[in-house]
């Protein structure tokens, strides 16, 4: 059962402290979403081969699939203020040396210890998400408080704005301007959001290691009060969550499928596009998708689910494998978009009940660690997906490649029901009813 209440995001609106680090996230979120592609629009259109740039991207991706859960871990630990900065500064440094390299002339090789440093650049969907979390969680906001469920579609909403406009304003800017254009103008903004990130103190969560003691507080800061000594129990909450909680084990592989099962269906979407003479229909297929998204993450903001966790994850995984699921009937331009349309539905309520589940597995003061292992399993599959795509594009054809993303898309639900009893038991007692207003998890 659930209700709709059209007047939800009014809340977050009302919410003007959060104007500052939503600002902030924001300009981050566009050099995330410009990187992979515009590394590969800079490098090509600066005379090197698609070889050279794809294998520069997937360097990327490897390297902030496995740099950036620790780069989490340390925020929550250390705080955001102290850890970003130093994060942010590491990734332009990266990016300093890749386009200084295709400025150059330089040799090639150089542009893979450049892609390993553009692999810290901090999480910023995962770092908003922790600020809203704790404003709202920690009573703050009092009865105006929003609750989480609107929070995670609101900034959904921000994630699918960035993801649909920050390629194209990459490759725009590069085609038109210079080859190194678009990659700057993210790095700018990277570089901006991080400083209003910071300068906003005022709504960053509180470190986990001043929570439990187990370090000195920071310079022009009091001892926390009744701070407990750290005791070998707090330490083993140092271990990675991947390693410690089976939900986030569970849904990091779910959203490995899923990460590969979009790697593959816009990849397909081109070559199928190119075998029917006109390139531009991917273009247009893509944006649909990325608009019908937005308006379905933007609705489901509005509804409030009794069901608990486990299940709304279950329900959500079931429609979004069932959707993507038809693309193996696709053969044709009316019949992608027929899929694009309906699977496009069901990825925004996914994502948001994934990042929602997150929040109600972890302690709090480990969430932005949580969501970036969650947006790592993404990146992982998108750096598969389009290899094998490409691989099955060019040796079977495009249809061929659209059942191996069906085949990711049906893993989905599948990984989620057989590890149902996991998700239950740690989630069993958790429910979005009233969830904003919940006191605050010891754990």
Known sequence: MSAVDPSVYKSVLKVRRAYGFDIACFLMRFYQYMMNVGTVTMITLSGHSFLLAGAVSSAIAISTFIVAPQVSRLVDRHGQSRVVPFATAITVLGFALLVGNMVAGGPEWLCFPSAVLMGFVPSAPALARARWTHLIRSGELGKDAPDLRTMFSYEGVLDDIGFMF????????????????????????????????????????????????????????????????????????????????????????????????????????????????????????????????????????????????????????????????????IESMPVLLVVTVVGSLFY????????????????????????????????????????????????????????????????????ILLFRRVLKSQLRQECYQEMGKAPAREK
Not at 291 to 314: D, E, H, K, N
């Open 348 to 415: 925004a309520p996914f994502l948001i009940v994934a990042n929602a589940t997150v929040e109600r597995a972890v302690p709090t003061e480990r969430l932005t660690e949580g969501i970036t292992w969650v947006n790592a399993g993404i990146t992982c599959g998108m750096a598969v997906g389009p290899s094998a795509a490409g691989f099955m594009i060019d040796g079977f054809g495009a249809p061929a490649s659209f059942d191996l993303g069906a085949l990711f898309a049906f893993a989905i639900p599948v990984l």
């Open 166 to 329: 920050g390629p194209s304003i990459s490759i725009a800017l590069a085609s038109s301007i210079a080859p190194v254009a678009g990659m700057l103008a993210g790095a700018i903004a990277l570089v901006v959001g991080t400083v209003v990130l910071v300068l906003s103190r005022s709504t960053e969560p509180k470190p986990s290691a001043l929570r439990r003691g187990g370090e000195a507080p920071l310079q022009g800061e009091g001892p926390q009060a009744g701070a407990d000594a750290p005791t070998e129990g707090s330490a083993a909450k140092e271990r990675s969550l991947l390693a410690t909680t089976p939900v986030v084990r569970v849904l990091f592989v779910t959203m490995m499928f899923l990460g590969a099962m979009f790697g593959v269906y816009d990849s397909t979407t081109v070559g199928l596009a190119e075998e029917l003479g006109d390139a531009n229909i991917a273009s247009v297929a893509l944006m649909i998708s990325a608009f019908v998204s937005m308006g379905a993450g933007f609705v489901f903001g509005m509804l409030r689910f009794r069901a608990p966790q486990y299940q709304q994850i279950t329900v959500a995984a079931l429609l979004l494998g069932a959707s993507f699921g038809a693309m193996f009937l």
